[in-house]
């Protein structure tokens, strides 16, 4: 861990309200809001002061809340592209790639943007916190709490569907303070977070927090600030795929602050995100305008989760209604939903690996294959400044460099496992904790 403990001064503030008030330490929400909002950072610094890149991601510290520095993180890169800006016709398409690909200066061991975040999180908690840190994952966001937390000696319980296991490798091994459990197989993220939930609620547990949590939006924030430090400028177009929509927040979010700096521009820039089809809740939401998601069925749901390529996408709860969430942010930017096939991005991330040089993984294939599409059918000023958040990448070269293995559940639980039962295996797994006071 750093030397560099130094906190962040910030305060917060409700979106729908505008009131601000201060950070007890983990606090989620808006006291004594009457309706569903996010809170955000109100930073002491106005304006960025991007520090040495030796610090990863810490090195936009100045707009993360964290009350120390982690050791071991890498900040996204940014570069201008050549052969994917050919090949598309655009005359400025910036690439930031979270992922590992040390020719372009970022080292990420899970090579997932999920690390930025992990990193940020883990910095928000303070040394002397007591409890274990819970977190619902389709994947990605797993392997990289997972690594974090075990290399920062940070007690996590991490919440995995069974079917996705396989997104759990790790060049080494991880340490006793990270604990797996998981839904059974057939079961979706959905059922994750609700195990995650239960246990969240129990005496010697607390909640990551997902979109409500401020750390988590301005750790994934950083993909902009990156694009923006090295740019010059406000892009005029962000291409990201999105499961629970947390992303596009977080860079709608950053973007507003640019605007409040004042050195960049003060251009919005319009969010295009994408979802891969058939599982598209976001995209009908959008699509009918409506501000609430839109009924979906148990069966129908994860029978659509099974058959996408991109699995973290599959999010059936996204931070999409929230006051200060996707749809918000969605209007405000004027922006808009796009869909791709699982053979749209499978096409994508060919093109992109030959035409850019690494492999990217599922779901940036997806933001990569609406990117095709779009400019393909001229629907992009040639000229227009696109920034392209590749949101994990280089696991091919990753794993060529380096042996793995899997992570494997300290138990598995049936969808209806009762409380009393949770409570039994938390107990025998977390020997020191009491958990009672949950029904």
């Not at 560099?4 to 950070?23: A, E, I, R």
């Not at 016709?89 to 040390?102: A, H, K, V």
């Not at 994860?302 to 059936?316: F, G, M, Y």
């Not at 990569?368 to 629907?379: M, W």
Request: charged fraction near 25%.
């Amino acid at each position: 861990m750093s030397s560099n403990n130094k906190p962040t001064h910030y305060l917060l503030q409700s979106v729908n309200t505008g009131q601000q008030f201060s950070d007890t330490g983990w606090t989620l929400d808006a006291p004594g809001e009457k309706v569903d909002t996010l809170i955000r950072a109100v930073y002491e610094e106005v304006q960025l002061d991007v520090k040495d890149a030796s610090l990863g991601v810490f090195r936009f510290a100045d707009w993360l809340p964290v009350t120390r520095f982690l050791k071991g993180s890498s900040a996204p890169a940014t570069y201008k592209s050549k052969g994917l800006a050919e090949y598309l016709g655009l005359e400025n398409l910036y690439i930031t790639f979270s992922g590992y690909w040390p020719e372009k200066g970022v080292t990420m061991r899970t090579c997932s943007f999920k690390e930025t975040e992990a990193y940020t999180v883990g910095g928000r908690i303070t040394e002397d916190t007591q409890g274990t840190l819970v977190v619902a994952s389709a994947g990605n966001t797993a392997r990289a709490f997972a690594r974090v937390c075990s290399d920062n000696n940070i007690p996590l319980l991490l919440c995995v569907p069974e079917d996705n296991l396989d997104a759990l490798w790790f060049d080494e091994p991880i340490n006793d303070n990270v604990k797996l459990i998981c839904t059974r197989s057939g079961s979706d993220y959905f059922d994750a977070i609700h195990l995650s939930n239960k246990i969240s609620c129990m005496p010697g547990f607390f909640p990551e927090g997902g979109a409500r949590n401020i750390a988590r939006r301005d750790g994934m924030g950083t993909t902009v600030l990156s694009a923006v430090h090295f740019i010059g400028k406000i892009p005029d177009y962000y291409f990201q795929a999105v499961g629970s929509g947390t992303g596009a927040v977080a860079a709608w979010e950053a973007i507003d602050r640019l605007i409040v700096d004042g050195r960049f521009g003060r251009n919005q820039m319009k969010l295009m995100v994408s979802q891969n089809a058939p599982f598209l809740a976001i995209y009908d939401a959008w699509k009918a305008n409506s501000r609430q998601m839109l009924p979906l069925d148990d069966d129908v749901a994860r029978h659509q989760v099974e058959e996408i390529t991109a699995k973290v996408l599959s999010n059936r709860k996204p931070a999409y209604p929230i006051i200060g969430g996707l749809f918000d942010c969605l209007k405000n930017t004027d922006g808009d939903v796009l869909k791709a096939t699982n053979a749209e991005a499978d096409e994508a991330a060919r093109l992109f690996e030959e035409l850019e040089g690494n492999d990217i993984h599922p779901a940036a294939a997806v933001a990569t294959a609406t990117l095709i599409k779009e400019a393909k059918e001229g629907r992009i000023p040639k000229d227009a400044i696109v920034m392209l958040n590749i949101t994990g990448g280089g696991e091919k070269l990753f794993k060529k460099e380096n042996k793995y293995h899997y992570l494997q559940p300290n138990h598995v639980f049936d969808i209806s496992t009762s409380m009393d039962e949770i409570k039994k295996v938390m107990k025998a797994l977390f020997p020191a904790i009491n958990p009672v006071g949950c029904k």
